[in-house]
């Protein structure tokens, strides 16, 4: 079966730190991954999706940035974090079939407080 | 670009059914219309998914009438534990399917 890990839980950073949250997908090739971010009662936000190793769709631009070295590996990374940054940030895959009906499946999410 | 549209809050009480509709008027012939379920601190999980007519599973039931323009979720006879956020998503044509752009969603309490 497949799995979708992500990490850390949480994470407190101060402003201007550097920041990698990582993501690995297990028991399927060929996904494409996602990254999305929730502000605290808002709803989510896709920033960043991969539908292959070193294809990367920007939706958002801001100072994050994405990387897929792995075929089931996707990094979340900034250089400097911004106040405005903090929210809980979700990794979620969904198959690379031709069919529109795939799911997506999302992992536990990483709370960041930039402070 | 697909959008949907939904109530922002709905509340209902213990054992009552509850009818969440999403409108998704640019909804593309080849999209299906899907379900999430989101808990606090939780990524969301999938419900139910449906291309048109009715589907129903263990969990709910979704109505797509005709024109696929919208849909609708509903949950028989909620408990306390159905309190969350309820997303519907489609498809986005310019991203070919691979740009997933959910919604505000819709937060349903129930109250005892």
């Known amino acids: 079966s497949q799995t979708i890990h992500q990490w850390p839980a949480t994470l407190v950073q101060p402003v201007g730190s550097p920041l990698s949250l990582e993501c690995t997908v297990e028991g399927t090739s060929n996904p494409n991954l996602y990254w999305y971010r929730q502000a605290a009662g808002r709803g989510l936000q896709l920033l960043f999706y991969s539908v292959g190793i070193g294809q990367i769709s920007s939706e958002v631009p801001q100072n994050l940035s994405a990387s897929r070295p792995q075929d089931r590996q996707f990094i979340l990374s900034s250089k400097k974090l911004l106040l405005s940054d903090s929210g809980f940030y979700l990794c979620?895959?969904?198959?690379?079939?031709?069919?529109?009906?795939?799911?997506?499946?999302f992992g536990s999410g990483t709370q960041l407080s930039v402070l | 670009l697909a959008k949907t549209t939904q109530p922002i809050s709905m509340d209902s009480y213990e054992g009552q059914e509850v009818n969440i509709t999403c409108s998704h008027n640019n909804i593309a012939t080849n999209d299906y219309i899907t379900w999430y379920q989101q808990f606090p601190s939780q990524g969301p999980r999938f419900i139910i998914q449906g291309y048109k007519t009715k589907v129903t599973n263990e969990v709910a039931s979704l109505f797509i009438p005709a024109d696929r323009k919208s849909s609708t979720l509903s949950l028989p006879r909620v408990s306390l534990s159905d309190t969350a956020v309820y997303y519907c998503?489609?498809?986005?044509?310019?991203?070919?399917?691979?740009?997933?752009?959910f919604g505000a969603g819709t937060r349903l309490a129930v109250h005892p």
């Open positions: 998503l489609v498809g986005d044509m310019a991203g070919g399917y691979n740009k997933l752009i």
């Open positions: 979620a895959w969904r198959g690379s079939g031709l069919g529109f009906n795939e799911k997506l499946f």
